[in-house]
């Protein structure tokens, strides 16, 4: 089965400063695809960012990044010039390309950006 | 516009009583979810469906029902076998997992219903 591990329960940072959100997951498949979805104080999910397990070129929008280790089955978000509007709790998931292409998801990280 | 949503925003409900949650998307997808949420924890999923008139059960469906009479429409009914069912409930929409092999399947979500049991 697989599993999504989020370390850090909560952090804070510094308005402008860059936070990195931690994320392990385990899986013995070859083929899936990782999300980092936000969830705001309003409590809407939105999507952040995906990865591709099949490429190797790290995906960016905007100042989300992210750091993806295949061998290593680690998934980082990293959050450049942070701003008080990223407050708000964020969670990694794991989707397994099968026919039910199903969402496992990790614990989430509060993220508290302070003025 | 189109989008997911859910009604009511909360919901206060006497134990013992069943309760039925309610969302609806006009995005045309085919596949429909229903998550819940409880705090330190991540979304758990509780009733899937992939196509109308058709619906699995996820990891915690006991004391759970759903119908999906319409593409559009998938409602969730806390029943009062559900022992502890105050919690933040979210659905979620995608296109079908089974539907041409997607590169992937993004969900998008509802605005959520807080559930109180009193």
């Known amino acids: 089965a697989q599993t999504v591990t989020q370390s850090q329960p909560e952090m804070s940072v510094q308005e402008a400063e860059t936070v990195t959100l931690s994320c392990t997951y385990d899986t013995s498949e070859n083929n899936y695809y990782l999300f980092w979805y936000k969830q705001p104080p309003s409590r809407q999910m939105i999507l952040v960012i995906r990865?591709?397990?099949?490429k190797q070129q790290n995906a960016t929008e905007n100042r989300f990044s992210v750091n993806f280790q295949k061998a290593a089955k680690s998934f980082s978000l990293k959050i450049s010039d942070s701003q008080l509007g990223d407050t708000a709790m964020y969670f990694c998931a794991f989707q397994l390309l099968d026919s039910n292409y199903q969402l496992i998801w990790g614990a989430g990280t509060k993220l508290i950006i302070k003025p | 516009d189109g989008g997911i949503t859910q009604s009511p925003k909360y919901l206060f409900r006497k134990e013992g009583q069943n309760v039925t949650l309610s969302c609806e998307q006009n995005?045309?997808?085919?596949?429909m979810y229903w998550y819940r949420q409880d705090p330190g924890q991540g979304l758990r999923l509780i009733y899937y469906s992939q196509i109308v008139n058709d619906f699995q059960k996820g990891d915690i469906a006991e004391g759970y029902s759903v119908s999906r009479e319409k593409k559009e429409s998938f409602p969730l009914t806390v029943t009062s076998a559900q022992k502890n069912p105050t919690a933040f409930y979210l659905c979620a929409s995608s296109i079908a997992g089974t539907s041409g092999r997607p590169r992937y399947n993004e969900q998008f979500f509802g605005p959520g219903t807080r559930l109180t049991v009193l």
């Open positions: 990865q591709e397990a099949y």
């Open positions: 995005l045309n997808h085919d596949a």
